[in-house]
């Protein structure tokens, strides 16, 4: 995962294949952000597929971030390949990509 964090604000571009083998690195960039007090940018554009333990961490994140009342997480550029994904499983409005 290409983290290319910035002071006021952190960017996280997501690979071609997004499943549980970057699953950790996912969840630890979002702690990362939240933890910090910085809002996270998710740049999906590469996506082609990705799995269900990583829509959860994305889930997950966007949550936390809700909760922690500050900045925002948001999934900027989506592809296609996770739009349609997003979609079939009826998580557009949960991750904010309606």
Do not use: H, W, Y
């Amino acid at each position: 995962m290409d983290d290319t964090g910035t002071g006021s604000g952190g960017k996280v571009s997501l690979p071609a294949v997004v499943d549980l083998l970057q699953a950790g690195a996912l969840k630890a960039e979002l702690e990362q952000g939240l933890t910090s007090g910085i809002g996270m940018t998710i740049d999906g554009s590469a996506v082609q597929r990705i799995s269900s333990p990583c829509l959860q961490i994305l889930l997950a994140g966007a949550a936390a971030f809700a909760n922690a009342g500050g900045p925002s997480m948001t999934i900027a550029n989506p592809s296609a390949a996770l739009l349609e994904t997003v979609t079939l499983l009826g998580l557009k409005d949960a991750l904010g990509l309606s």
